[in-house]
């Protein structure tokens, strides 16, 4: 059975301070897939990112970064200089290799304050 | 490219009563879902499919039904509301890759209300 665990439920910061989300997963299957999404206060899921499991470089897109660790079966996600428009939920996601169905973690509120 | 789009966006239920949920997707995509989002969960997989045709149970299919007779189409039934289906539903599809999986992209939601 596959697991996704997002520890933290909600974190708060001030604007422009860094902030890291975990997500940390157990699966059985050696080809998988993880993705983050982000579900605003409007309600829509918007995807970010999608890793397969033979690629454990970190990727960086504008101020957002992700850190896949094989080692820790972790995949964490890094927003640097935070703004107000990054308040949202934000949802990690596992894919095994059948890829029929997307197991979810609990989601971490983010909120950042001006 | 409209993308994923679910009617209605939101819908008040009585118990007992029955309602179909629609989702269209115009991206020519094999593969739909219907997960649901309870309040502050993350979602979970009622019912996909592989191709018009074909579906089968997610991890929480009871009280629920599916059919998808085209690609673009995957309508979500519920029989006998109950207020324990109150919840988001979405909609998600995502394109045939013969090795892996690719990105599902989601539909804007349905809140539903079972009172």
């Known amino acids: 059975a596959q697991k996704v665990t997002q520890a933290q439920t909600e974190i708060s910061v001030v604007e422009k301070e860094d902030v890291t989300l975990d997500c940390v997963y157990e699966?059985?299957?050696?080809?998988?897939?993880l993705f983050w999404y982000k579900q605003p206060p409007s309600g829509e899921l918007v995807f970010l990112i999608r890793r397969n499991s033979f690629d454990e470089q970190n990727e960086i897109s504008g101020r957002y970064s992700w850190n896949f660790q094989k080692s820790t079966s972790s995949f964490n996600f890094t927003i640097t200089a935070s703004q107000v428009v990054d308040s949202a939920v934000y949802f990690c996601a596992l894919s095994g290799s059948a890829g029929n169905m997307l197991t979810f973690g609990g989601g971490t509120r983010l909120m950042v304050k001006p | 490219n409209a993308g994923v789009t679910q009617t209605p966006k939101f819908r008040i239920l009585k118990i007992g009563q029955s309602m179909t949920l629609q989702c269209t997707q115009d991206?020519?995509?094999?593969?739909m879902y219907w997960y649901r989002q309870d309040p502050g969960m993350g979602l979970k997989l009622i019912y996909y499919?592989?191709?018009?045709?074909?579906?089968d149970k997610g991890e929480v299919p009871n009280g629920y039904n599916v059919s998808r007779s085209t690609t673009e189409d995957f309508p979500l039934r519920l029989e006998l509301a109950a207020p324990s289906q109150t919840s988001v539903y979405f909609c998600?599809?995502?394109?045939?890759?013969?090795?892996?999986?690719?990105?599902?992209?989601f539909g804007p939601g349905t809140r539903l209300t079972v009172l």
């Open positions: 998600a599809s995502r394109s045939r890759v013969s090795l892996g999986t690719d990105t599902q992209y």
């Open positions: 699966t059985r299957d050696t080809t998988y897939y």
């Open positions: 991206m020519n995509h094999n593969y």
């Open positions: 499919s592989v191709g018009a045709g074909i579906t």
